[in-house]
């Protein structure tokens, strides 16, 4: 019955019809485009896709969906909005009224990740209206979110990573706020930097090990790329003695600050 289903609907015509379904005497299912019996109810169907309402925007990068999943938006983060006791990051705000004026009256669809949940049993997604808008896409574009790229979930990098590329060009958004400006690492003190960060500098040292490849940029700062992602920076002894950019969060390990690079889309090389 369900092949006869699909069938139906690839018949011209049939796209836009109404589907009902009904049992027989047996309990076999039939179809048809009316209700052939009292007892028949109309299908929902779906062709291609299921498309969703959004019910709460959280923030610029993470929405709640009708059906009460909560979805974060793969491959770009954008600023955070005030919660609790933390106030908001410089920009947050405007992507969160992006983003609910750009979902009001449409649904969306989820491609999900290789990963389908982060640790937070968020679903991990790229969100598309049903006017095939690429949502994560237009926030880079909008300069309102940042690429920010979790192997092994690689899909739409190079969109991603265009549309960054112009609108830092441009200084749109993020790209021209004085709180995103990039920081020379001999600048940095014990405390870091909170939030999201731009750090620039040349790196002095490669050292590896077993799990990691470590960039130093001085006794204080240095950038690690896990081992097992190695492959997607095959050029990555050329960065010794080279200036560059790096893009993440900083931690502290063992006293000294620490930035974990997933992706070369997070270093910028600087001439």
């Known amino acids: 019955m369900r092949i006869l289903l699909v069938l139906l609907l690839c018949l011209p015509g049939w796209a836009n019809a109404e589907i009902y379904e009904w049992r027989d005497a047996n309990g076999s299912k039939h179809f048809s485009d009316r209700p052939v019996v009292d007892d028949a109810k109309k299908v929902d169907i779906k062709p291609g896709y299921d498309f969703y309402r959004v019910k709460t925007v959280y923030d610029g990068d993470t929405v709640v969906l009708e059906d009460g999943r909560k979805i974060r938006f793969l491959g770009i983060n954008t600023p955070e909005v005030q919660h609790r006791d933390k106030q908001a990051d410089a920009g947050g705000d405007e992507a969160k009224r992006w983003l609910i004026e750009k ?59 265009k549309a960054q590329n112009q609108a830092e060009q441009a200084k749109l958004g993020i790209w021209g706020r004085p709180e995103y400006a990039v920081i020379p690492v001999a600048s940095l003190t014990e405390a870091g930097h909170q939030g999201w960060t731009r750090l620039v500098g040349k790196v002095v040292n490669i050292r590896t090990t077993r799990k990691s490849i470590y960039l130093e940029f001085s006794d204080a700062f240095e950038a690690r790329i896990e081992s097992k992602w190695l492959d997607l920076f095959p050029n990555v002894n050329d960065y010794l003695g080279k200036t560059i950019e790096v893009r993440g969060w900083l931690n502290k390990s063992k006293g000294d600050l620490l930035m974990l690079i997933r992706h070369p889309s997070a270093i910028k090389e600087k001439s």
């Open 103 to 161: 979902l009001k009256n449409t649904k969306v669809r989820l491609e999900v990740g290789t990963e389908k949940t982060d640790k937070y049993g968020r679903t991990l997604a790229h969100l598309f209206t049903e006017k095939k808008e690429h949502i994560n896409l237009q926030l880079v574009a909008a300069g309102l979110a940042a690429v920010s790229i979790y192997p092994p979930d690689l899909h739409y990098v190079n969109e991603l990573v």
